[in-house]
């Protein structure tokens, strides 16, 4: 059974630009999550998604942005980059079985780093 | 809100002795579950064990335990017989049921060395 599928692996990207990173979940999960991880804030969370829909976006500016599609896939995308938008993002999915909560599993994460 | 607070930045073990490590929560839900993950250098988080908390016994998984305390909001890990392998950053993490869009919230993480 294929994990969570996080690309690229590692992104260098100056000020200014943006980025877009992609989560595929585990077949069958409907629900993506996305985390900011850094050294000083830990793990911060972005947004998560369920069919399609947006249930819950974290404190983070306009400038982080996230969908998902029909097929469960997520990306999410970080327009004019700043230097502290440098870290660990992670994705993970959930099977969602109303009151059972199995826990998230994890993508291994994309590294960014802001030049 | 919910927080969840871990207040051992970093711990070390001896290969093969016990180790536990701490986390606490604050919650007003009377339901709802807790976690701990592991983040090896990898990178990716791996979940250790789950507890549900309606549930008054300890969940076990192999050489990992919980010493879950509902009442005192304290939600232990014990790794017996610690192996080089289990040198990685471990996370707690609480998220109520139904929780709807109550996101998993994660402690800081305590960065666990075992030596050989």
């Known amino acids: 059974k294929a994990g969570v599928t996080q690309t690229p692996r590692y992104l260098i990207k100056t000020r200014g630009q943006q980025v877009t990173l992609s989560c595929s979940p585990i077949?069958?999960?409907?629900?993506v999550s996305w985390y900011q991880q850094t050294p000083g804030q830990g793990l911060q969370f972005l947004f998560e998604y369920f069919s399609e829909t947006q249930r819950n976006k974290g404190n983070f500016p306009g400038r982080f942005s996230g969908r998902q599609f029909s097929n469960s896939r997520s990306e999410m995308n970080v327009s004019t980059l700043e230097l502290g938008d440098s870290a660990l993002y992670l994705c993970?999915?959930?099977?969602?079985?109303?009151?059972?909560?199995?826990?998230?599993?994890f993508g291994s994460g994309t590294r960014l780093t802001v030049v | 809100a919910q927080t969840v607070t871990q207040s051992q930045p970093e711990m070390s073990v001896q290969e093969a002795e016990t180790v536990t490590l701490s986390c606490t929560y604050d919650?007003?839900?009377?339901?709802?579950?807790l976690f701990w993950y592991k983040q090896p250098p990898s990178r990716q988080m791996i979940l250790v064990i789950r507890?549900?908390?309606?549930?008054?016994q300890n969940a076990t998984e192999n050489r990992f335990s919980v010493n879950f305390q509902k009442a005192a909001k304290s939600f232990s890990l014990k790794i017996s017989d610690s192996q080089l392998g289990d040198a990685a950053m471990y996370f707690c993490a609480y998220r109520p049921p139904n929780s709807g869009n109550t996101p998993l919230v994660f402690g800081k993480g305590t960065r666990l060395s075992v030596i050989a």
């Open positions: 077949s069958g999960h409907r629900s």
């Open positions: 993970a999915s959930s099977l969602r079985t109303g009151v059972m909560e199995y826990g998230y599993t």
């Open positions: 507890q549900e908390a309606y549930k008054q």
């Open positions: 919650t007003s839900e009377s339901d709802y579950y």
